[in-house]
C-alpha cells in the first residue's frame, strides 16, 4: 500500500510561499489558489501527498498546470473547477482513470493547481514535479529533457471551450499548438498534459519538489516569527546566494505572443548602493546583469524577494519604489545538463550567454 | 507662506498654523459629533490673537488650508458608520469560485456585505470581450438592491484597467434603475488584480456616505470661521487633493493620518530614521521613517484586515488609545474606546466609564482632570492594565522593526503617555515640540500632485512616459505645485495590445510643494 501523507491547511499556507519563491517571478502568485485551497478545506476537503517511490510502473499520473500570462489571472482569478475539468477530460479521452495528480511546475501558482483538482477528484498528489521551479514553456521540463512523448494534451477555458491535441511532431509543436490555443482563449487556460506512467514519473520527474516548497514556506514563516532576516534564513537553509539589494527604479513590460516579456531595473541600497542590477524576464526571470554584465542566468533560480518579508514579487507585481532583495538558488541537477542546457539555458530564452551557474 | 494644517482624529481635533517652517501656534480641541463645532473651535482658537490689543500689522491670511482625518480608517477598524453596500461583479464565466467578500474578515463582510451579484461580461486582456455583459443582470440585480433598500453599490469588472466599458454600462443602467445610489466604479481606483481592486471599491462604497457628510462639515467649518482659502483634504501619499473632488474617494485619505503625523513627526524631530508611535484617543499606529518618509508597504496592503493594492505607509495598526476601554478581570484594554466623548464619559472628567487616560491618571503618568476621581481604583487593577497596555505597544514596536538594532522611538500622538519610556529594542523614547499635533503639522506641510493615466499612441515608451509626465507637471502647478519642487513619485505604462497604433497607457504621479 503507498504512504499517503495528508497535507494540512498550514502546511498549504507554507507550500504557496514556498512555491511563489521558487516561481522565480512567474507561475502567477498562488494566492488565489490558496483562496480557493481554504475555501475547499474549509468545506472538509484534506488532499494527500504520495511519495512518488510509491507509484507502481504501471500507474498513470496527471500532469496538471494553468496555462498562460499570470497578468491574465490576476483578473480571470482560477477556479478548481476548470482544472478538474481538464484532468476528467484526459480522463474520458485516454479511457483510463489517473492513480494520482502532479504538478507540471512547482514555481507559482501551479503548485497548488494539482491540489484543487485532487480536492475535487479524490486522487492524491505526488510529491514532485518537472521542472523544478517554473518556466514559461512547454518543452522547458525534464520529461522533454529526458525525450518522453509530449501528446495527447487536454486544454479547457471559463467558458465551453475545450481543445485535445492529440498528436503534435515536437515539444516546440505541442508548446506552439496549445500555445495558440491558449492566446485564442484569452491566455489563461487550465492544461492536463502528455498522461506519465509511474515509472517515467519515478525515472524523469523531480521528485519531492513539493515537500521542497513547503519546508521553503516555513524557514521563511519562522524567520519572520523569530524576527530574524527571512532573506538571509531561506539563503542559508537552501544554500542560497544573495546577488542584490536595492530600489526598483524601472519596469517596462509589454504582453507578446501569451507571454508577458520586459525588464526591470533595480538601484543598490546599502551595500550595492552605486550599482544597478538589471533583470529580464519572460514571464520568469531569465537573465541578470550586475552593472551591465552578466551576473546570473536560467536555469539558477533567479527570486526577487521583499526585502522585508521575504515574499516573492512576481513579474506582473514589480513595481516602481519597492524594496526588494535579488537571490539566486541552485536549479535540479537535470537541468544543468548539455541536455537540459539546450532546452532552459539563456540561448532557450534568446540570450547569447554562456551560462555559468552562480554556484559553479 | 502661512498654512493651516488640521487633523481630524475620533477623539481630537488639532489646528496649526505654520509660517514657513515655523510652527507659529498649535491647539487641541475635542471633535465634536457634528464634526464641525470641533473645527470651528478649533480655528477660533488658532486664529485668535493671543494678545488681542497688541498693536501692528495683522497676520497674512492663510494661502490654504489642509485638513487630514482619520475618520475613514477608523470606521473600518472600529467597524461603525458604514453603508451596506451591493457588489456587483462582471466576469462570468471567469473568477466564479471566488466570489466578492471572498478573503474579507468574516466580522466586516458581515456589516458591509449587502447584496452580491456575478453576472457575465468582462474583458480580456487584449479588450475583446470575455462573452457579452449580460445586461438583463445587471438591471435585475439594480432593481434588486432597490428593493433591498442598499443605497450604495460597488462594480468591477474583469479589466475593467484596460476596458472600462462593462463598469460604465453598468453605472448607466443603475443610474436608470436607481438614481439615487452612489456607485463606485473599480477602475476609477485600482489597477490590475481583480480582487484587490474590488476589494477598494467596496471599501469606497462602504464609506461614501460617511465621506459625503464629513467634508461637508468641514466646508460649512471653514464658511462659520470666515475663511475663504482652498480646502485641501490629505491623501495616503502625503499629498493633498481639492475637498470637492476627494469626498468621492473616502478610500484615497485612508492612511493620510499616519501619513501625515510620521511626516510631522520627521520634520518636529529633525529625525530622518525611526520607528515612529502614533498614540491617538483611539488607535495607535506604528511606523517606519526611512529618510523622512513612511516605510511604504510593498504592494498589498490590508486595511482592516481586507486586501487592496493601494501606496500606503507600512504601518501596524492596533485598537488602543486614550479613550480605549477598560473592562474585565484581569483587565483587557480596547478596541473599544469612547472616542471623542473622552472628555465626557472618561472617569477623570466626571463620566463613568473607566478608560485607559484614567489608568495613566491614575498611574501618575499624565495629569488630566481630576484625579481624585480615580483614587478609589485598586492599584493592582491599575498595575495590570498597564502592563497590559505595554505589553501591546512593545510587541507592536517589536514587529514593525526590520533590523535587530536598536533604533529610536518617536512617540507622538495625544495619547503618547501611555507609550513607557524603556522598551525592548528601543535606544531612546523621543518627545518632540508640538508632538500632540504632529498629525497636523504633517497635513499643513502635505505636498500637491498632478496626475495623468491617459492612452498614448505611436510614441515610443520613453516619448510616451515623457508626455505623461509632462501633463502631470502641468496639472501639478495647476493645482498650485512650484515647478522648481516638482519630482515624479510614480511612474508605470500597461501596453495594450488590442489598440491599433503601438498603444501604451502610462500612469504618471508627480509632487511638489504648495
Known amino acids: 500500500m503507498p504512504s499517503l501523507r495528508p497535507v494540512s491547511a498550514e502546511e498549504i499556507e507554507s507550500l504557496a510561499i514556498g512555491a511563489w519563491i521558487l516561481g522565480t517571478g512567474g507561475g502567477g502568485s498562488p494566492y488565489l489558489a490558496l483562496l480557493n485551497m481554504r475555501a475547499l478545506y474549509r468545506e472538509g476537503a484534506v488532499v494527500s501527498l504520495m511519495d512518488p517511490m510509491d507509484l507502481a510502473d504501471d500507474d498513470h499520473v496527471a500532469v496538471v498546470s494553468n496555462m498562460g500570462a499570470p497578468l491574465v489571472g490576476q483578473e480571470r482569478l482560477t477556479d478548481p473547477r476548470t482544472i478538474a475539468r481538464a484532468v476528467t477530460m484526459m480522463e474520458d479521452y485516454l479511457g483510463r482513470q489517473f492513480r494520482a495528480i502532479m504538478s507540471l511546475e512547482i514555481g507559482g501558482g501551479n503548485a497548488i493547481q494539482p491540489f484543487m483538482a485532487a480536492a475535487l477528484l479524490d486522487r492524491p498528489v505526488v510529491d514532485a514535479d518537472c521542472m523544478g521551479r517554473a518556466f514559461p514553456e512547454a518543452q522547458m521540463t525534464s520529461f522533454a529533457i529526458h525525450d518522453l512523448p509530449m501528446f495527447p494534451l487536454t486544454l479547457v477555458d471559463v467558458r465551453d471551450n475545450a481543445i485535445v491535441v492529440a498528436r503534435a511532431a515536437s515539444w516546440k509543436w505541442m508548446e506552439r499548438l496549445s500555445r495558440t490555443a491558449c492566446v485564442a482563449v484569452g491566455s489563461i487556460a487550465a492544461t492536463c498534459k502528455a498522461p506519465r506512467t509511474g515509472k517515467e514519473v519515478k525515472e524523469c520527474a523531480i521528485l519531492y519538489s513539493t515537500s521542497k516548497a513547503i519546508r521553503i514556506g516555513r524557514t521563511v514563516q519562522a524567520a519572520r516569527r523569530a524576527h530574524r532576516d527571512p532573506i538571509e534564513a531561506l539563503v542559508e537553509a537552501e544554500h542560497g546566494q544573495m546577488l542584490f539589494t536595492g530600489k526598483i527604479g524601472d519596469v517596462a513590460r509589454r504582453a507578446t505572443e501569451g507571454f508577458l516579456r520586459g525588464t526591470a531595473k533595480v538601484d543598490g541600497l546599502g551595500e550595492f548602493r552605486g550599482h544597478r542590477f538589471e533583470l529580464a524576464f519572460q514571464n520568469e526571470f531569465a537573465v541578470g546583469w550586475l552593472d551591465g554584465v552578466p551576473r546570473v542566468t536560467t536555469p539558477d533560480l533567479i527570486c526577487v524577494l521583499d526585502s522585508v518579508s521575504g515574499d516573492a514579487i512576481g513579474t506582473e507585481t514589480l513595481r516602481y519604489g519597492q524594496r526588494v532583495s535579488v537571490i539566486a538558488l541552485p536549479a535540479p541537477p537535470v537541468l544543468l545538463t548539455p541536455k537540459g542546457l539546450e532546452h532552459v539555458g539563456p540561448r532557450a530564452f534568446g540570450y547569447d550567454l554562456e551560462f555559468t551557474s552562480v554556484f559553479a | ?491 508605470e505604462d500597461l501596453p495594450l495590445a488590442y489598440l491599433p497604433g503601438n498603444s501604451l497607457r502610462v500612469r504618471v504621479r508627480v509632487v511638489g510643494d504648495l
Request: charged share 20%; glycine share 10%.
Open chain 2, 1 to 491: 507662506m502661512r498654512r493651516i494644517g488640521i487633523d481630524v482624529g475620533g477623539t481630537n481635533t488639532d489646528a496649526v498654523l505654520l509660517d514657513g517652517t515655523t510652527v507659529v501656534r498649535a491647539v487641541k480641541t475635542p471633535t465634536t459629533a457634528d464634526v464641525t463645532t470641533g473645527i470651528t473651535t478649533a480655528l477660533r482658537e488658532l486664529l485668535t490673537p493671543t494678545q488681542p490689543s497688541h498693536p501692528g500689522p495683522a497676520p497674512p491670511a492663510a494661502a490654504a488650508i489642509m485638513i487630514g482625518t482619520t475618520h475613514f480608517t477608523n470606521a473600518v477598524v472600529q467597524r461603525r458608520d458604514l453603508t451596506r453596500v451591493a457588489a456587483i461583479r462582471i466576469g462570468l464565466p471567469a473568477s466564479a469560485s471566488l466570489p466578492p467578500f471572498v478573503d474579507w474578515p468574516e466580522d466586516l463582510a458581515a456589516l458591509v456585505r449587502g447584496e452580491v451579484f456575478m453576472v457575465e461580461g468582462g474583458h480580456e486582456y487584449d479588450g475583446r470581450p470575455i462573452v457579452p455583459l449580460d445586461e438583463r443582470a445587471v438591471r435585475d440585480a439594480a432593481r434588486r438592491l432597490r428593493a433591498a433598500g442598499l443605497t450604495s453599490a460597488a462594480v468591477a469588472s474583469v479589466f475593467s484597467p484596460l476596458n472600462a466599458e462593462c463598469e460604465e454600462r453598468a453605472a448607466a443602467i443603475l443610474r436608470e434603475e436607481c438614481p439615487d445610489v452612489a456607485v463606485t466604479l473599480s477602475h476609477q481606483l485600482g489597477r490590475i488584480g481583480l480582487l484587490e481592486r474590488e476589494n477598494a471599491a467596496l471599501l469606497n462604497a462602504a464609506l461614501v456616505d460617511l465621506a459625503r457628510r464629513t467634508t461637508r462639515a468641514f466646508t460649512e467649518a471653514l464658511r462659520a470661521s470666515g475663511l475663504t482659502a482652498p480646502l485641501y483634504l490629505t491623501q495616503n501619499d502625503g499629498t493633498v487633493m481639492l475637498a470637492a473632488t476627494a469626498e468621492a474617494f473616502p478610500v484615497y485619505g485612508f492612511a493620510s493620518g499616519p501619513t501625515n503625523s510620521m511626516r510631522g513627526a520627521a520634520f518636529l524631530s529633525g529625525l530622518a530614521d525611526a520607528i515612529v508611535i502614533d498614540v491617538g484617543g483611539t488607535t495607535t499606529d506604528i511606523g517606519s521613517l526611512r529618510h523622512g518618509f513612511p516605510r511604504e508597504a510593498n504592494s498589498v496592503v490590508e486595511v482592516g484586515g481586507v486586501r487592496t493594492l493601494f501606496r500606503m505607509p507600512d504601518l501596524l495598526s492596533l485598537g488602543l488609545g486614550g479613550g480605549s476601554l477598560v473592562h474585565g478581570d484581569p483587565p483587557a484594554v480596547g478596541p473599544r474606546s469612547v472616542g471623542y466623548r473622552l472628555v465626557n464619559e472618561g472617569r477623570v472628567f466626571g463620566g463613568a466609564t473607566l478608560t485607559a487616560t484614567d489608568v495613566a491618571v491614575a498611574a501618575g503618568l499624565v495629569d488630566l482632570g481630576d484625579r481624585r476621581r480615580v483614587a478609589d481604583l485598586p492599584g493592582d487593577l491599575v498595575k495590570a492594565a498597564l502592563a497590559r497596555m505595554h505589553a501591546t505597544i512593545e510587541e507592536g514596536v517589536d514587529r514593525m522593526k526590520t533590523d535587530a538594532r536598536e533604533e529610536p522611538l518617536i512617540a507622538v500622538g495625544g495619547g503618547c503617555f501611555l507609550v513607557p519610556e524603556r522598551l525592548a529594542g528601543v535606544s531612546e523614547v523621543v518627545h518632540v515640540p508640538h508632538q500632540a499635533v504632529a498629525n497636523a503639522v504633517g497635513a499643513a506641510i502635505a505636498q500637491v500632485s498632478g496626475e495623468v493615466d491617459q492612452i498614448f499612441q505611436n510614441l515610443s515608451r520613453d516619448e510616451a512616459l515623457a508626455q505623461g509626465r509632462r501633463i502631470a507637471e502641468q496639472r501639478a502647478v495647476a493645482a498650485g505645485a512650484t515647478a522648481a519642487s516638482l519630482s515624479v513619485v510614480e511612474s
